[in-house]
C-alpha cells in the first residue's frame, strides 16, 4: 500500500502554475525597469561633462536680455554645482524617454488586441514627438516673449539678478507644462477610444474647454497674460486637432472591425 503524501505538506499544482506567470511577468517588469534605469544613467553620464555649457545654452534666452554688465548669481554655496547637475539628470530622462516609452511598451503589447497595437505605437511615438515639441516651443517662443516681459517692467534703479536655482526650477516648470499641453490631442484620442466621450460631445464643450485652457495657463504659467496667453491658445488648438484625429481614429476602428467582421 503506497502512503499518500500529506495534503497539508503537498503544494497544489494548480495553484503553483497559476503563480508561475505572475513570477514571470515581474521578472520582466524588473528587467525593463532596470534597462529604464540603464538608459538614464547612460545618458547622464554622456550629458553630465557638458552640463556647465548645457545651463548657459538653456539661460541664454534671460541672460541676453539682461543690462550690460549684470549676470546671474549663485544664493547658495551648493548651487553651482546642483544646478548643472539637476539640469543634466532633467535631461538625461527627455533623451532617454523613447527607450523608456518602448520598455513600457514591450512590456505591455502581447496583452493588447492586433487592432489595439495598430493604435497604441504611433500614440506612444506621436506623444514623444508632441512632448518634444512643447518644450522646443517653451524655449523658443516663449521664454524670449516672457523674459522680455519681466526685464522690461522692473522698477528703475532695482537691478536684476537672477539666482540660477530660482532660473532653472523655473524653466523646469513651464518645459513640463508646455510638454503636458501638447499632450491633449492624444488625451483626447484616447478618451473617444475608450469610449469615455465622442468627437462630437467633445465639440459641444468647446466655450468650456476654452475657459479651462485658460485656467489651466493661469495655473501654471507666471502670472502676467503672454505666459498665460501663449499656454491657454496652442492648448485650445490643440484640443481642435484631437477632435479632428479622433474622428479620424474612429472611422478607422470602424473600419477594421467591419473588415473583421466580413473575414470571420
Known amino acids: 500500500m503506497t502512503n499518500k503524501p500529506d495534503g497539508h505538506n503537498t503544494p497544489d499544482s494548480s495553484t503553483a502554475q497559476s503563480e508561475m506567470p505572475l513570477i514571470e511577468h515581474l521578472l520582466e517588469l524588473r528587467n525593463r525597469l532596470l534597462k529604464m534605469v540603464l538608459a538614464v544613467v547612460i545618458c547622464f553620464a554622456a550629458i553630465y561633462p557638458f552640463a556647465n555649457e548645457l545651463y548657459l545654452l538653456l539661460s541664454e534666452p ?7 554688465g549684470q549676470m546671474m548669481i549663485a544664493t547658495d554655496i551648493t548651487s553651482p554645482f546642483f544646478a548643472p547637475l539637476k539640469l543634466a539628470l532633467v535631461l538625461a530622462v527627455f533623451a532617454a524617454i523613447p527607450v523608456i516609452l518602448y520598455q513600457l511598451w514591450s512590456f505591455v503589447a502581447p496583452g493588447l488586441y492586433a487592432h489595439e497595437k495598430r493604435l497604441a505605437f504611433p500614440l506612444l511615438f506621436t506623444s514623444v514627438i508632441l512632448f518634444y515639441l512643447g518644450a522646443a516651443f ?11 516681459f519681466f526685464t522690461a517692467i522692473g522698477p528703475e534703479g532695482i537691478v536684476e539678478l537672477p539666482d540660477i536655482t530660482s532660473y532653472l526650477n523655473f524653466v523646469l516648470k513651464m518645459f513640463f507644462a508646455f510638454g503636458v499641453a501638447f499632450e491633449i490631442p492624444i488625451a483626447t484620442i484616447l478618451l473617444v477610444l475608450t469610449g469615455a466621450t465622442t468627437p462630437a460631445d467633445l465639440a459641444a464643450k468647446r466655450p468650456y474647454i476654452v475657459v479651462a485652457c485658460f485656467v489651466i495657463g493661469m495655473l501654471l504659467t507666471p502670472p502676467d497674460i503672454i505666459s498665460q496667453t501663449l499656454l491657454a491658445v496652442p492648448m485650445w488648438l490643440l484640443f481642435e486637432l484631437g477632435i479632428i484625429f479622433s474622428k479620424l481614429a474612429v472611422r478607422k476602428t470602424d473600419d477594421t472591425d467591419t473588415g473583421e467582421a466580413t473575414d470571420e
Do not use: D, H, K, T
Open 62 to 68: 534671460l541672460r541676453e536680455l539682461l543690462p550690460v
Open 138 to 148: 517653451a524655449y523658443f517662443v516663449v521664454f524670449p516673449l516672457v523674459f522680455g
